[in-house]
C-alpha cells in the first residue's frame, strides 16, 4: 500500500489496480493459500528431498488419497512441484518442489509457524466472542462438535 493509499478520506475511491491483477492475486492465492498446500509445501521443504505419495500421506495426518492426489496435481500444473515416475513394479512416485516451489517456502512456512504459534490466543479470542456476540448463531460461524454424518452406516443392505 502507497502512503497515499492509507490517506484516502472515507466514501472516496481506493487504490486503483490494473483489471486482471485482483483475479490472479486471487487465483494464486487459492492455490498457495489452500490448507493442504501449505502443508505439502512445508513438508517438502523440510529438506528431506523429494517424497513418496504415500510417505506425504501418512506424514499429513488427515489427509484423504483423493485430496492429496488433486493437491499434488494443481502444485504440479503451476509449476511448483515435480512428479518423477520409475519404471519398477510398483511403479515408484516421487514429488520433489521444483525451484519456484522453493520460493514458497519462506511465506508458507512463517504463515505455518503463525498459526500455530497464535492458535490457544485465536481460541481464546473465539470463546469470549462466541460468549458477548449479539448476533444470531445462524449468522456466525459455528464449529460442529463432529461429523454430520457418521464416517460407517449402520443401516443394513437390502438383498
Known amino acids: 500500500m502507497k502512503p497515499s493509499d492509507k490517506d484516502t478520506p472515507p466514501g472516496e475511491p481506493g ?10 492475486v486471487s487465483e494464486t492465492l487459492a492455490r498457495i493459500g489452500d490448507k493442504w498446500t501449505v502443508l505439502v509445501v512445508e513438508l517438502l521443504c523440510g529438506g528431506t528431498g523429494s517424497m513418496r505419495f504415500n510417505e506425504i500421506r501418512r506424514t499429513i495426518g488427515g489427509i484423504s488419497q483423493r485430496m492429496l492426489t488433486l493437491t499434488l496435481r494443481g502444485l504440479e500444473r503451476d509449476g511448483l512441484v515435480t512428479r518423477t515416475v520409475y519404471p519398477t513394479v510398483p511403479p515408484r512416485v516421487d514429488y520433489e518442489l521444483t525451484k519456484l516451489g522453493h520460493t514458497l517456502r519462506g511465506p508458507l512456512v512463517a504463515v505455518a509457524e503463525w498459526a500455530r504459534a497464535n492458535r490457544p490466543a485465536i481460541d481464546e479470542e473465539r470463546k469470549v466472542f462466541d460468549a458477548t456476540s449479539t448476533a444470531s448463531p445462524s449468522s456466525r460461524q459455528v464449529r460442529r462438535r463432529g461429523p454430520a454424518l457418521p464416517a460407517t452406516s449402520r443401516v443394513p443392505r437390502s438383498g
Open 15 to 24: 487504490p486503483q489496480h490494473p483489471p486482471n491483477e485482483c483475479q490472479l
